[in-house]
């Protein structure tokens, strides 16, 4: 019997299991027709019929990827309701919990939300359906962890970019540790004085992520330069799953072979793009300061950068090889955040701001200009209405 004739009456739920399926694995480029099509043992029009192009396809995968987390939300928030009024502490508990199940039971979701996020990033059109699952995703999350949706931007930025680093992490004790007293400060509205009595070891576990990264690129090696250097404009222009040795070498112009003898193994040259993306935004960072005009910038080496570490971080979860680096650019990126950048973003600076409070921004602002950039938002006017509102909430909280 023809298997592909088979399962004609094959449901539209069983067609976006394997969509998820193949989203978790292999990432967004898997999801097309006729792999979808392979893997349930149907042809492309049995497919086809049931889901439309592949534009429909991805829009209806992406909608009952966002009614499963819409049940999700309705647990946790059950719960929530039943405790009543918690405060900051078990707010951050219950977020904690939430976070750890969401990452692992709702695991295909949550890849495919961070997928379309990163995908919407690089491209110039949006997504209404992924813009409703960002809304509906930020105000669960700005409920769960502020008890005021009015936060929905800063939580949903936080908690997304906190849950790619987790997909790949969450078996690292150091890392559950860092993350979970992470939370703890960013519900307690990021800086709240001494009395928090954690930076010593939220600064120790810091410390504890720091890898034994190589140098990528040796002065004075131009070659080895150009090839970082294009591995970098693949990463920000295409993704880091379209690093390969042969499109890299294509893009700087040299044999393949070369690309191999340089880096070696696609871990190596994926983390020399990294390099090579942060080297530009530190190459950039006094002109992008002294160019501001009273708020955060809209510069490409910015965005290059945020687009850089919340991809690494995704791709951490599929090739392991990668979670130190991962993890140490999550860590880098906090120990480069200084007092004196808060004030031109409107964020008021608090008695406690140290390494933890740096740590706690850095994520929340990297995850909001990824979604920003996904959602075609103009970094100021998201950074600067997100910051307003948790200055507002540290207001009412404190009186």
């Known amino acids: 019997m023809n298997r592909s004739v088979l399962p004609v009456g094959i449901s539209v739920g069983a067609i976006v299991d394997q969509a998820l399926d193949l989203v978790a694995s292999g990432g967004l480029a898997e999801l097309t027709l006729r792999p979808l099509a392979t893997s349930l043992g149907v042809s492309v029009p049995v497919i086809s019929t049931r889901m439309g192009s592949k534009e429909q396809l991805l829009e209806g995968v992406t909608q009952a990827a966002h009614a499963g987390d819409l049940a999700f939300f309705g647990k946790w928030r059950a719960l929530a309701g039943d405790v009543g009024a918690p405060d900051s502490a078990a707010r951050a508990a219950m977020a904690e919990l939430a976070l750890r199940e969401w990452v692992t039971r709702e695991r295909r979701q949550v890849v495919l939300l961070i997928e379309l996020v990163h995908d919407r990033a690089l491209r110039p059109d949006r997504l209404p359906a992924l813009e409703n699952w960002l809304d509906d995703a930020g105000r669960f999350w700005a409920e769960l962890l502020f008890g005021d949706v009015a936060l929905a931007d800063l939580a949903i930025g936080y908690v997304l970019d906190e ?20 939370l703890r400060r960013f519900a307690g509205g990021i800086f709240p004085g001494a009395e928090a009595g954690d930076g010593e ?6 410390r504890l992520l720091e890898a034994d990264v190589p140098l990528t690129a040796r002065e004075g090696d131009a070659k080895r330069q150009r090839i970082a250097g294009s591995a970098a404009d693949l990463i920000v222009s295409q993704g880091i799953d379209r690093v390969t040795h042969r499109s890299v070498a294509l893009a700087a112009g040299v044999p393949a072979s070369t690309v191999v003898y340089h880096f070696g193994g696609r871990p190596a040259l994926v983390v ?19 160019a501001h005009d ?15 570490t919340s991809m690494i971080a995704l791709a951490s979860a599929r090739e392991p090889s ?9 860590r880098r990126r906090g120990e480069n955040w200084r007092a004196s950048d808060l004030a031109p973003m409107g964020i008021g600076i608090g008695a406690g701001f140290d390494r933890a409070a740096a740590q706690v921004l850095s994520i929340a602002v990297f995850g909001m200009g990824m979604i920003g950039m996904a959602r075609k938002i103009p970094d100021r006017a998201h950074y600067m209405r997100a910051f307003a509102a948790l200055e507002a909430w540290r207001t009412r909280s404190t009186r």
């Open 163 to 182: 849950a790619g680093f987790s997909l790949g992490a969450d078996d690292s004790p150091q890392y559950a540790l860092l993350r979970s007293l992470c």
């Open 201 to 206: 070891t939220i600064a120790s576990l810091i």
């Open 272 to 290: 020399a793009g990294l390099h090579a993306v942060i080297a530009r935004f530190h190459g950039r960072r006094s002109d992008i300061r002294a």
């Open 294 to 308: 009273g708020g955060p910038p809209n510069d490409t080496s910015i965005q290059d950068l945020v687009k850089a």
């Open 322 to 330: 990668l979670l130190p680096y991962a993890l140490d650019m999550r």
